[in-house]
Antibody
Framework: QLVESGGGVVQPGRSLRLSCAAS????????MHWVRQAPGKGLERVAI????????YYADSVKDRFTISRDNSKNTLFLQMNSLRAEDTAVYYC???????????????WGQGTMVTVSS | EIVMTQSPATLSVSPGERATLSCRAS??????LAWYQQKPGQAPRLLIY???TRATGIPARFSGSGSGTEFTLTISSLQSEDFAVYYC??????????FGQGTKVGIK
């Protein structure tokens, strides 16, 4: 199970930190992802982190503003979002790789999502 | 970045009928293709991975086919709970994975 928290309403230019608490599986063995969905829109890649946290990858739209990280001792994934823009308004989901390993996989476990609204 | 194009954008189907959804990749993704179902206010749910393997607990009326650049999700006999938005997802380019824009399956 994955449970996100930390969403809310924030002014443009401000920061927000999302968390995703994992339970029921060996969190430290799986790659993790943040995926977002703007209101009425489709699913968009935000960031990827390897199982050990050593490598991270970002969508161009959030590069240099967002930082993905994880604390495997606390079974928690994070997304630090700085310099927020109106276009970052979306539901943010965390999702787990279906299998362990360093390659692409489908996402078999998703959190319920947390809403981030960027507005003045 | 690999672009995934789904068609049609909207599909109207009567309960009990077959629904066929298509997904095309801008370049080959081999069989590294998944399908998800999303209902309003809910997270996506994995249906199919590896282009044709049903995920755990997914009913047999859902089937996937294709490889390379052309993929199909078929729902053999639509049930009321199947009316939702369906997304394809390529993970062949695994550090730049992408989703299609979705197909909404509605009641005819």
């Amino acid at each position: 199970q994955l449970v996100e928290s930390g969403g809310g309403v924030v002014q443009p230019g401000r920061s927000l930190r999302l968390s995703c608490a994992a339970s029921g599986f060996t969190f430290s063995s799986y790659g993790m992802h943040w995926v977002r969905q703007a209101p009425g829109k489709g699913l968009e890649r935000v960031a990827i982190i390897w199982f050990d946290g050593k490598n991270k990858y970002y969508a161009d739209s959030v590069k240099d503003r967002f930082t993905i990280s994880r604390d495997n001792s606390k079974n928690t994934l994070f997304l630090q979002m700085n310099s927020l823009r109106a276009e970052d308004t979306a539901v943010y989901y965390c999702a787990r790789d279906q299998f362990r390993g360093l390659k692409g996989f489908a996402f078999d476990i998703w959190g319920q999502g947390t809403m981030v609204t960027v507005s003045s | 970045e690999i672009v995934m194009t789904q068609s049609p954008a909207t599909l109207s189907v009567s309960p009990g009928e077959r629904a066929t959804l298509s997904c095309r990749a801008s370049q080959s993704v081999s069989s590294n293709l998944a399908w998800y179902q999303q209902k309003p206010g809910q997270a996506p749910r994995l249906l199919i991975y590896g282009a044709s393997t049903r995920a755990t607990g997914i009913p047999a009326r859902f089937s996937g086919s294709g490889s390379g650049t052309e993929f199909t999700l078929t729902i053999s006999s639509l049930q009321s709970e199947d009316f939702a938005v369906y997304y394809c997802h390529q993970y062949n380019d695994w550090l730049s994975w992408t989703f299609g824009q979705g197909t909404k399956v509605g009641i005819k």
